[in-house]
């Protein structure tokens, strides 16, 4: 119990991943005994990121108050994305490229907030702040992390920061981010293995609207009939997991990592408002969100304001 545990948020995505394992790192080299766990399953684009610089995947942990006493979280500060049990727990340090939302602690903590696109970018400015030398495959992650959160410097939550990082890290890495950063956007992309009941967990996260409970999930592809084409049984698991969980929205979005568009499928008693909310229709079952690819900076603003 004496460990102090790094993780970011549930369903986790590659900077989650590779953010608990960079700052597990970091806090390592000056002194503090943390680890690097998960709060869910690795999926396909953070595993190639794994293999390709040499790392396993953190522990898996389901209730934080059996694990430690302190943690530290990264790429994400809401407690309904976070670990079970963590109020029961002291959060001594936070870094995160987030809003700030249901979050409050009992004791000072060191909190780090940034409107960059991707928590990596703030480590790498960590490491240079205590003066330690990024590793070449540490590089890697942070490198893959980027990417990931800014679709290959495409989206718009993507920053001078986060390009200038990204090409810092590249060539510690030793790769060439473009070629790299398409490699592995594509095995997160190939959804060939995955079922409809493991995409809506793939990268989902609970938010507040107003007065509505909701989850927001997105998944990337490249021909996004891959997912769209089985819409009737998705509606159906959709209305199922609001029913469950006691959601008033369900918002799917499905992301064209290739023409940079998305579409939406939502269920819940405010759906139609959702989409309202981007000044769009629901048509035959799906909203057409062109041009939007960033859950955190074009999708989570749009439905706070619509359903405030």
């Not at 995947?57 to 209730?63: E, G, K, S, Y």
Request: hydrophobic share 45%; glycine share 6%; charged share 25%.
């Amino acid at each position: 119990m004496s460990k102090t545990l790094v993780f970011g948020h549930k369903n986790p995505d590659t900077d989650t991943i590779t953010s608990a394992i960079v700052y597990a790192y970091l806090k390592q080299q000056v002194g503090v005994d943390a680890e690097a766990v998960r709060l869910g399953e690795i999926n396909n684009e953070t595993q190639f990121a794994l293999d390709k610089f040499g790392f396993e995947a953190p522990r898996l942990i389901v209730n934080v108050k059996d694990e430690a006493a302190q943690v530290i979280l990264v790429d994400h500060n809401e407690f309904q994305q976070s670990a079970d049990g963590i109020e029961d727990v002291q959060i001594t340090e936070v870094i995160d490229h987030h809003r700030i939302a249901n979050f409050q602690t009992a004791d000072p903590l060191y909190f780090r907030a940034e409107p960059v696109g991707c928590t990596a970018t703030i480590l790498n400015k960590l490491f240079k702040e205590n003066n330690i030398e990024i590793p070449a495959n540490i590089a890697g992650l942070m490198l893959s992390a980027i990417v990931s959160d800014t679709l290959l410097f495409k989206s718009p939550t993507c920053t001078e920061q986060d390009v200038k990082a990204g090409a810092e890290l590249a060539e510690i890495a030793g790769v060439e981010a473009a070629e790299y950063g398409l490699a592995m956007l594509k095995a997160g992309a190939d959804l060939s293995d995955k079922s409809l009941e493991d995409l809506l967990s793939l990268d989902a996260k609970g938010f507040e609207f107003g007065g509505y409970k909701a989850t927001v999930a997105q998944v990337n592809a490249v021909d996004i009939e891959d997912v769209l084409g089985r819409q009737t049984e998705l509606e159906s698991l959709l209305n199922k997991n609001v029913a469950d969980n006691g959601l008033d929205l369900f918002f799917f979005v499905v992301t064209d990592i290739l023409n940079n568009d998305s579409t939406a499928v939502a269920t819940g008693q405010v759906a139609e408002a959702a989409a309202k909310a981007f000044g769009a229709e629901i048509v035959n079952g799906r909203i057409a969100l062109p041009g939007v690819v960033s859950r955190k900076k074009q999708i989570v603003p749009v439905l706070t304001e619509g359903l405030k």
